[in-house]
């Protein structure tokens, strides 16, 4: 492998503004050891469900997590916060099954029932709101994919509920949209504040260490892993979740597209405003457009809109691009949103802007999951994995 030459960096606020666990702190640099068994590079979600499983498979094994920023920062602590049971509509799956859908289905609420779990048996409080989502259409032409929804959700004998006119209106506030599917069985949550969450109830035998970029990666009996710090240490095993940025070890080559997409809060909206949500609990919406806009009314009475995208050759987006991609939320809310006929929608959206640069990785997994004796297995990243016979 390679040394790294692109490094993860922070552009933009995030929902880690507004965590509980944004001041949390995780073990210094000079508690990093020389020798792990496992070493997990990168601390988003997949980080953190390898050395949950990890852990609880090898309870005397020593595991060390090494995130390059912040640990919520990256891409699982500034998507738009669904974590979603059903796949994200279904007729957009390329070439998916019915087995496919299925077996996603079930690998969703599996995951869900073990984070909720782990936040139960922790007790510790994150923003996490099983609330359900809808999947919106505003133009009558898009109805036909609710319908393929519904259809599809039918034979998976999945439960959802059709809402259109005034009564949906009641329930999101708004006119704007025209039909909608709810299902009942996603979280909206702060995604940032859930992943920061988890990592702290990662057991004694797991070291998290953040903004501690790994430079290179030597394979070898034992594997040679420098961090960016000039500190080496060797492991028996590692693990790269690095996202988008596995490309730069070298392991795999060509397999990203990577787009950015930008997302922005309002502040939280003062009584005037909430007059237009009265009686209206918190909820997030998919387009029913591929390429139409996410919104989400939250727990603390901000609307948060995540629209536009760009690719991303270099890994990075600029302060321009975000300033560029802030209007273009801004004028979501004052365009898509006029219905719910906030007085200034520019005065309505804070300055303090937050971004959402999520970088696309589709059909690229970290691991084999096996789920009623089936195993879904897309592509390993790297030797290391195949070593892991527990997954
Ligand atoms: C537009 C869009 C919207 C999305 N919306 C949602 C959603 O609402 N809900 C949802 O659940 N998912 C959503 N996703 C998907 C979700 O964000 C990803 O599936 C998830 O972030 C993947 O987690 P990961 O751990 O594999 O990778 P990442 O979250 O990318 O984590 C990899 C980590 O590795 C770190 N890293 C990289 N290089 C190094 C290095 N050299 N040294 C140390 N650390 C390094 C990075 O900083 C990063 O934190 C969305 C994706 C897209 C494209």
């Given at each position: 492998m390679r040394d790294v030459k692109r490094f993860p960096t922070t552009t933009g606020l995030s929902w880690l503004e507004m965590s509980s666990f944004k001041e949390h702190l995780f073990k210094g640099h000079e508690k990093i050891g020389k020798e792990y068994d496992y070493v997990i590079v990168g601390g988003g979600y997949g980080g953190y469900g390898c050395a949950s499983r990890l852990a609880e498979l090898q309870p005397e094994a020593r595991i060390a997590v090494f995130e390059a920023i912040k640990i919520g920062n990256g891409d699982s602590g500034k998507n738009a916060g669904f974590i979603i049971d059903v796949p994200h509509n279904f007729g957009d799956q390329g070439n998916s099954t019915f087995e496919d859908n299925e077996m996603y289905y079930k690998l969703n609420t599996f995951i869900i029932g073990r984070m909720r779990k782990?936040?139960?048996?922790?007790?510790?409080?994150?923003?996490?709101?099983?609330?359900?989502?809808?999947?919106?259409?505003?133009?009558?032409?898009?109805?036909?994919?609710?319908?393929?929804?519904?259809?599809?959700?039918?034979?998976?004998?999945?439960?959802?509920?059709?809402?259109?006119?005034?009564?949906?209106?009641?329930?999101?506030?708004?006119?704007?949209?025209?039909?909608?599917?709810?299902?009942?069985?996603?979280?909206?949550?702060?995604?940032?504040?859930?992943?920061?969450?988890?990592?702290?109830?990662?057991?004694?035998?797991?070291?998290?260490?953040?903004?501690?970029?790994?430079?290179?990666?030597?394979?070898?009996?034992?594997?040679?892993?420098?961090?960016?710090?000039?500190?080496?240490?060797?492991?028996?095993?590692?693990?790269?979740?690095?996202?988008?940025?596995?490309?730069?070890?070298?392991?795999?080559?060509?397999?990203?597209?990577?787009?950015?997409?930008y997302g922005a809060f309002t502040r939280r909206l003062n009584d005037k405003e909430m007059k237009y949500f009265e009686g209206v609990k918190p909820w997030g919406c998919t387009a029913g457009h591929p390429a139409g806009t996410t919104v989400r009314f939250t727990t603390d009475n901000r609307l948060y809109v995540r629209n536009g995208f760009s690719y991303a050759t270099h890994l990075t987006t600029s302060h321009q691009r975000i300033r560029r991609a802030v209007d273009f939320c801004r004028n979501a809310v004052d365009d898509d949103l006029a219905a719910i006929g906030l007085m200034d929608p520019v005065e309505g959206l804070d300055q303090r802007r937050l971004s959402c640069a999520v970088l696309s990785h589709k059909r690229v997994y970290l691991a084999r999951f096996q789920i009623d004796g089936k195993s879904i297995q897309r592509l390993y990243a790297g030797k290391g994995l195949r070593n892991i016979s527990h997954f």
């Amino acid at each position: 492998m390679r040394d790294v030459k692109r490094f993860p960096t922070t552009t933009g606020l995030s929902w880690l503004e507004m965590s509980s666990f944004k001041e949390h702190l995780f073990k210094g640099h000079e508690k990093i050891g020389k020798e792990y068994d496992y070493v997990i590079v990168g601390g988003g979600y997949g980080g953190y469900g390898c050395a949950s499983r990890l852990a609880e498979l090898q309870p005397e094994a020593r595991i060390a997590v090494f995130e390059a920023i912040k640990i919520g920062n990256g891409d699982s602590g500034k998507n738009a916060g669904f974590i979603i049971d059903v796949p994200h509509n279904f007729g957009d799956q390329g070439n998916s099954t019915f087995e496919d859908n299925e077996m996603y289905y079930k690998l969703n609420t599996f995951i869900i029932g073990r984070m909720r779990k782990t936040i139960e048996d922790s007790g510790i409080k994150v923003d996490w709101d099983p609330c359900g989502k809808y999947l919106c259409c505003s133009e009558t032409k898009s109805f036909k994919l609710i319908e393929t929804e519904s259809e599809e959700l039918d034979q998976m004998k999945v439960h959802y509920e059709i809402y259109e006119g005034e009564e949906l209106a009641k329930r999101i506030g708004t006119r704007y949209y025209k039909k909608a599917l709810y299902t009942p069985g996603t979280l909206l949550v702060n995604p940032a504040d859930v992943l920061r969450g988890l990592y702290t109830t990662l057991p004694e035998n797991v070291d998290v260490f953040e903004e501690c970029p790994v430079m290179r990666i030597e394979e070898g009996t034992r594997a040679r892993v420098t961090l960016l710090n000039g500190k080496e240490i060797t492991a028996k095993t590692v693990i790269v979740t690095g996202g988008p940025f596995i490309e730069e070890f070298g392991i795999v080559k060509r397999v990203f597209c990577p787009v950015l997409s930008y997302g922005a809060f309002t502040r939280r909206l003062n009584d005037k405003e909430m007059k237009y949500f009265e009686g209206v609990k918190p909820w997030g919406c998919t387009a029913g457009h591929p390429a139409g806009t996410t919104v989400r009314f939250t727990t603390d009475n901000r609307l948060y809109v995540r629209n536009g995208f760009s690719y991303a050759t270099h890994l990075t987006t600029s302060h321009q691009r975000i300033r560029r991609a802030v209007d273009f939320c801004r004028n979501a809310v004052d365009d898509d949103l006029a219905a719910i006929g906030l007085m200034d929608p520019v005065e309505g959206l804070d300055q303090r802007r937050l971004s959402c640069a999520v970088l696309s990785h589709k059909r690229v997994y970290l691991a084999r999951f096996q789920i009623d004796g089936k195993s879904i297995q897309r592509l390993y990243a790297g030797k290391g994995l195949r070593n892991i016979s527990h997954f």
